[in-house]
């Protein structure tokens, strides 16, 4: 079993709906989370980072920890075409160690 | 503007023949990294290095080599021990290990 696993999808919506990633995890030491966002052929982009559990918003993305269930979640509000890319989860321990990535959840929003 | 730049963008390589990718960052950061990234996978790391003249080993160094030298700049050889070596590689660094790490846009290895 991934240390993190993440639905590949793809996941289509279509223009202005609310899009839920997720990821869950195994490892209960990891404190620290981010999500990255990644177009086709470029590098990830950092998106959200949280420290420990509760919620974190950034304009129309909310980034949620809940570590009892050892689960996170990104939610997209009003999603827009320009949204449609990879998304990315990491997340690391509270002594500083290397990110474990989830494979990544293709979004496609359509017009 | 600051950032991290990867060269070359795409890469062929012959069989038998090292390669060498590049990755300079102009953002101060004392860590850097390599990952692997191939198709439905997540990312994997090579290597690291925290500081000048020091890095470590990730989960999947065999087959590939790197330096610091300098601060900015941490190279790749991939080399022709590595029998799979097609791959998107994408370099990253951070202000220290404990913080965020942001990435270049990645070189295309493909073989000849």
């Known amino acids: 079993q991934k240390e993190v696993e993440q639905d590949p999808g793809p996941l289509s919506v279509p223009e202005g709906a609310i899009v839920s990633l997720n990821c869950t995890y195994s490892n209960s030491a990891f404190q620290y989370f981010m999500w990255y966002r990644q177009y086709s052929r470029k590098g990830p982009e950092l998106l959200m980072y949280t420290y420990s559990s509760g919620n974190k918003e950034d304009g129309r993305f909310t980034a949620q920890v809940d570590k009892s269930s050892k689960y996170i979640s990104l939610f997209i509000r009003d999603s827009q075409p320009s949204d449609s890319a990879t998304y990315l989860c990491a997340m690391s321990n509270n002594a500083g160690n290397m990110l474990t990535f989830g494979g990544g959840t293709r979004l496609m929003v359509k017009p | 503007d600051g950032g991290i730049t990867q060269s070359p963008k795409y890469l062929f390589r012959k069989e038998g023949q090292n390669v060498t990718l590049s990755c300079e960052q102009n953002l101060n950061h004392d860590a850097m990294y390599w990952y692997r990234q191939d198709p439905g996978q997540g990312l994997r790391l090579i290597y690291y290095s925290q500081i000048v003249n020091d890095f470590q080993k990730g989960d999947i160094a065999e087959g590939y080599s790197v330096s610091r030298e300098k601060k900015e700049s941490f190279p790749l050889t991939v080399t022709s021990a590595q029998k799979n070596p097609t791959a998107f590689y994408l370099c990253?660094?951070?202000?220290?290990?404990?913080?965020?790490?942001?990435f270049g846009d990645g070189t295309r290895l493909s073989i000849l």
């Open positions: 990253a660094s951070s202000i220290t290990r404990e913080q965020p790490q942001h």
